[in-house]
């Protein structure tokens, strides 16, 4: 390729690590980009592991401090995979160092951490180096094409929003202790691993921020096996069980802009779900539910159609006309869960070289960040709703006020 | 027959007179009943349309005033089937008349006259007249299974709950008024109308009670043309609009008896969505899901299954093993929308014979009623936690004192 | 009622007894009839359990001679649900008789009986005596749908057909051996047990008739334990078992006029498929599919919408402007197995009333019948292709010869 | 990564040509592999465009002629991507030279020329060279899992067996004339092209050879427009038209080893259906069902579940313990088109170093050839029956002689 080379370090090597790893090395053969992405280093504390990782997923060197890593001159690019605690100073170190960063959600574990990026972000864009934050479920085909079909009004004027994602590995009482289920360590339990996800494609989809919201976070199963989670005691007993102080379930209502009513769930307790992160829009020409256990396909309800022909249509997202799909196989021929990370690498590259913020930008994840962080806060309220952008009280106001 | 007659007089020729009329028509021919329904009367207000409604549906006489009804000694239950502003009085009148009464659903308008109906069933009760309250869609054969499959373990410790009972019919906001959205008239909307039956299944099939609720009620178009509701003034103009004084959306969360969590939507907005009562229960050891759209299915998900073979399983609730299935078709040949009303009739028949109090009973009507209630009290409180037995107040109680 | 009566007397009360008993008491109910069915008397050759039978369907008399029946004045339709080997005799007697007659399917049990019924009723129509088959699938109304779709031209030009009739209830190789597993009581298997229902929906929605066709018939267990088919003779070992002598399965391709290809398949040993009667229709437009076990279902696909919104819409047959369906229930209010067999009375009635040959006519079973009887022909013949009505002889055209 | 390197040439740029690169590129980061893989060098006739395929797809080199290539020292395995038409001569003198070779589906032409290379194939096994057929969705987790579950005897004895390839992109009758519908260049249609991929997924399943055939093919559209395919000579009128010389359709029956009954289809036409590549295994137990448009999930009906809790189970193939499935994504996150071929490379790899015969073998796809050409034969012959392994004639042979 004759574009200009940009060299990008992963500072992560886990679940996240190898998708991201897969979008920097796929991409370039599927897309046309305005760079050539060199994977140049990949950074993790644990010497023989990340050097497994850099061999096993094809990169050049291997580094155990991401700092020295944002020293060099010959990285372009920070691509952050390391858990939500470490994103704030790795992001803006780099940012402040002249590197772009993409950044794996949620932004942080704090709405301050989250302002301190953005205003980051905000900094380093003037001097047009960028910062974005990896929802990837926005560059899933099926949601990018609902997103074009609200903009285009095909289903009319918004009227309701159910956004839930449902997992199920934590069903079993007796698994064991994690560090994801630990407060201090994971940060947020489902709201906000899966339920940011929620958040920022109901805003990305609809074109509408969440105002507001009245929630309630709950823990199932409060005590787990401490399994492997060795205290290097002696004496340890097996039946040490340990305190789970994140959330296994949130469930809130959103208020969006203009008045729209959103209601969301998270939970890693729904039997039998494995992924399943539904979306449905209702509006007064027509409706679009989405499912992630089968993301290619959307389904689109038109109201316009003849009254006897009116159904919801199961679409394959596989037509080349379909965002991003001109670049992968023939019609029919479905992609995988990977295949948003490459798109998610395309349209960075893209914007960055254009001199274009990418989206969703740190702003982005500052918002939903405060989504979170008012949930939590009505949860903690009696389930009164919160101000997205005024969590200190628990607003006092009528219903007649609201709209 | 040699079975005695049960000489039976229904109130009311709408949507559920033509229902309750085919049910009573059709029940002793399928099920082996303790006594022979005979279709005695029709009473309705309106002379012409009741007669009509005599002819049409089967009914040997027609009446015009439900009180010369109840004062003759020929009839033995009352099927009321009027709004529900008329059910306090013509139940209440009833059974202390000595006829069992069947009422529909919502039992009444008010907690307050769901408790003197409840009160008036209580007495009856103790001289063999008994009171049921028209809950219909407990008799769906997959919804009773369903209760019988938790009853019996199959989905081990309840997690979550969710219930959705998704319609459309108001989604074109150039749609008329009508006496169903005016609050004076039809006493509830979506939460009453449908989000009744929600509550009143997920009690049913989990056998617990909702506690306490944190929800919000929305009108969503709060105007309608007037058509066809003339003032009866001259010059009236055809831009002429009505308020809407009822709810179109209802969403709350509940807490079950033993802490569970359930999510609950009814709507009239839900585009595309024409009767999709979707109910899903996930416990310690599997789940169920159902939608009424497809009422001879249930899916039902194992976790005792070995790992690789686990999956939601689309049970055909069409063989005689199944809840009055033995009374139909052969496997796989499926029922409709009304047959789970000759199920009540039976089921009401055979407990009323015996001695035995029918359920759901007027108290068990109650107990939606005052669910219903606190809904409404949690949506004029700011959405905060309102008990369903004390909804005085809302109460300030924290997250951790809940469970 | 104002409507003249018209007094039907039923032969036979086994399933489809039952069936249509439910329709010739509700179809008034919801139906505007031209004349008052009247349940006068039903036949059996079993006294004590004809008199069971009138009791429990509510017929107002019991009789043992269909012939008595065709001889009284006071009888104007004969409903004919006995055995296939009964038809031939009581159809014409009754039609010779004056009788308007409806009877089950398969008309006959082979071409030449279904010839002279249908000569009988051609000669009975000319003085005003009607008769018609029992395919009572074309009135679900989504296949009637369907067929107005077609003939709208919303799937354009016909392609391609499919129709597979798929039910498991023969799967236990140790299930016992029964009449209907006896050629020379049965007459067929699953071609003319549930092959037939596929071939009239075919030529009915299609509006093309079967010309030729190549297939195959095949017994895969062929012999069965003969439990509770005692021989009479002391000293039978309860190892006895019973020649299979009836298809278990029927794989046939047919060519209907104009040349197009359906695939048909009737089978009783489809796992897990207890109903399964499955629609497709492709065409240059557009296409159509079906499927019994969700009868209030049928998806359509409009290759004139936009091409990244196509898709197989779930049409919910349930609306006031579907076939049949402003009869009954609200909108997403499915029916059930049974309420075809009201249509079919429905439209029997008015058809008759008004001197008008109701359909399907004996001609149509007569030519379902000769479709059933090439297959057999084709079997026989090393599955070379038949045409329809010209069965004498395996035809040696070449492919190319064809169309 | 310290294994020996195995380096690759690749014939063909085109669909698989990008699909084979990227499982060359992929199975490495995924998969522990017992050498290698380098993408050495990419071969086609054009210069110009090879070069670009080289870049794009990441091939160290390009080279126009494949003999070149088959001289080389270098390289240790050839992958052919190229038209069917040259496949016999590249794979021989490959296999000749010593050369591994992975040769795309169909394996051939004719029988005649399969014949030639699995003979060549058998040779070089002898000599530590292996051949392998590209049957990639042998490698679909879900139908390696479904072969997994019949070896084990989840479904009992196997019953029928139904496999349906559906696509609809010539549904336009004015779509253009291209060499895929010319006989001579593309050697088949419907039938060679996906109906090919039919039978092998049906014999790796079930563990059984298609014996004998009957059936047909049919060209729907016989005409098409030549756009684009120039002539050559001045005047050519735009509305010149080419013909269409291969099947569109191909229909047929083939029967198992054992007797046991499959139903085929191969379509061009079934609108609506982009690659429904649909296969349903019943069996005396259960039964399988699978449609790649959903290729993550499997159904499974298990009919020694209690008899009111059986009922298609919707799996989704995504947990560790299913085949392949440990590589990739957690739970509920699954895999497109192309990984597969990934997989593909992994077990040919894993084979050929180890010395053994990877599957699906040349002796495999010859198989395949053969039940092409039988069904080629059939339809010639009025449907006839043929033998898979004796095609010269249409046998005589009656039904009762066939099991």
């Known amino acids: ?87 704030v100073e790795i992001a803006i170190a780099a940012l402040e160092a002249g590197k772009h960063v ?16 953005a205003d980051a972000a905000t900094r380093a864009a003037t001097r047009g180096v960028y910062a974005m934050v990896g929802f990837s479920y926005r560059r899933v085909p099926a949601i990018t094409f609902a997103r074009d079909l609200i903009a285009e009004g095909r289903i009319g004027e918004l009227r309701q929003v159910r956004a839930l994602y449902l997992q199920d590995w934590l069903v079993d009482a007796d698994g064991p202790m994690t560090w994801r289920l630990d407060k201090d360590r994971a940060g947020s339990g489902s709201l906000g691993d899966i339920g940011a996800h929620a958040i920022d494609a109901v805003q990305f989809v609809t074109g509408r921020q969440v105002q507001s919201v009245s929630g309630i976070l709950e823990t199932l199963v409060k005590e787990r096996p401490l399994l492997g989670e060795s205290t290097g005691l002696s004496g340890t007993s097996s039946e040490e069980r340990g305190q789970v102080s994140v959330d296994d379930v949130a469930l809130f209502t959103g208020r969006l802009d203009g008045g729209v009513l959103g209601s969301f769930e998270a939970t890693r307790y729904a039997t039998g779900r494995k992924n399943a992160f539904r979306l449905e829009f209702s509006g007064s020409l027509g409706a679009i539910a989405f499912d992630f256990e089968r993301m290619n396909e959307l389904e689109f309800y038109d109201s316009t159609d003849p009254v006897g022909l009116r159904g919801f249509r199961r679409i394959l997202v596989t037509e080349p006309e379909h965002p991003y799909m001109s670049a992968w196989w023939p019609t029919g021929h479905g992609i995988g869960y990977e295949h948003p990370f490459s798109h998610q690498v395309r349209d960075m590259l893209v914007d960055i070289t254009a001199g274009v913020q990418p989206r969703p930008s740190f702003d982005d994840g500052l918002q939903v960040q405060r989504v979170l962080g008012a949930v939590e806060a009505s949860s903690a309220a009696n389930s009164s709703w919160i101000f997205v952008n005024n969590q200190g009280s628990a607003l006092k106001f009528r219903t007649s006020e609201r709209k």
Chains 1, 2, 3, 4 share one sequence.
Not at 102 to 117: D, G, H, I, S
């Open 102 to 117: 993409l950044c794996e959600k949620p932004l942080a574990n704090t709405v301050e951490e989250a302002e301190r990026m």
């Open 1 to 87: 390729m004759s574009q200009p080379p940009l060299r990008v370090a992963l500072v992560g090597y886990g679940f996240m690590g190898a998708a991201h790893s897969q979008a920097w090395r796929v991409a370039p053969r599927f897309f046309d980009l305005p760079v050539e992405p060199q994977m140049a280093v990949i950074v993790g504390r644990d010497r023989v592991r990340v050097e497994a990782a850099a061999e096993r997923f094809g990169w050049a060197e291997s580094e155990t401090d991401w700092r020295r890593v944002i020293e060099r001159d010959d990285i372009d690019l920070i691509d952050i995979c390391s858990p939500g605690v470490t994103h």
